[in-house]
């Protein structure tokens, strides 16, 4: 139960320090709004499970191999954040009815988070902390409360930035900017990120 209660805290002020994925809920939350901040939350929380798939299931070399594989998936998902920023920080005045699909929302949030070889091989050295004897349940349970305090942390950001974007219902051009901003920021967070 210690364990349990040294992970939420740990893991809770993992998420309070922004990286790629939050880059992205939020740049996504500016400009489409909650509901598309949690579809991005959705993503990027399916896209840790993937990689805590296989450290739950105990594949610490195939955690490595799959990192280095990752490596020119990474680029291409850097290339086409910075894009993204690029295009939105040049997009004209909209109003903030604009509506994007979800899916598509959910598909750059899970791919952002599972292409991110540094979580990957951070969380293969962080959650076994965690468990005691290494029973297959136990992994389960750390791993569920580790993506449950994830999943509510990066909700907290898409909140955050979903009310700053009513305070930018004028300033649409300035809302596209910030947006632009944190695209590009999330697309340069996973270009630094390192596998060692």
């Known amino acids: 139960m210690a364990e349990l209660a040294s992970l939420v805290i740990a893991t809770t002020a993992l998420v309070m320090i922004p990286g790629p994925n939050v880059a992205l809920i939020v740049a996504n939350s500016l400009q489409h709004g909650f509901r598309m901040g949690v579809m991005t939350v959705?993503?990027?929380t399916a896209g840790i499970?993937?990689?805590?798939g296989?450290?739950?299931v105990g594949m610490a070399t195939l955690v490595?191999?799959?990192a280095g594989a990752l490596t020119w998936i990474r680029w291409t998902g850097v290339v086409y954040?910075?894009?993204?920023?690029?295009?939105?920080?040049?997009e004209p005045a909209t109003g903030l009815e604009k509506i994007t699909a979800a899916p598509v929302m959910f598909l750059r949030g899970c791919m952002l988070a599972a292409i991110n070889p540094k979580t990957l091989l951070f969380n293969a050295a962080f959650l076994p902390q965690f468990v005691d004897g290494g029973s297959a349940n136990q992994f389960a349970l750390v791993g569920a409360v580790f993506l449950g305090v994830i999943f509510l942390g990066d909700l907290t950001w898409a909140l955050f930035a979903s009310s700053a974007r009513k305070l930018l219902t004028r300033y649409s051009r300035l809302r596209n900017k910030i947006t632009g901003v944190f695209l590009t920021t999330a697309g340069i967070g996973l270009a630094l990120a390192r596998r060692a």
């Not at 499970?49 to 805590?52: H, P, T, Y």
């Not at 954040?81 to 040049?90: F, K, P, V, Y």
Request: proline letters at 0%.
């Open 64 to 66: 490595e191999l799959a």
């Open 42 to 44: 959705l993503g990027t």
């Open 81 to 90: 954040l910075i894009w993204l920023g690029i295009r939105t920080w040049r």
């Open 54 to 56: 296989f450290v739950v």
């Open 49 to 52: 499970a993937l990689q805590l």
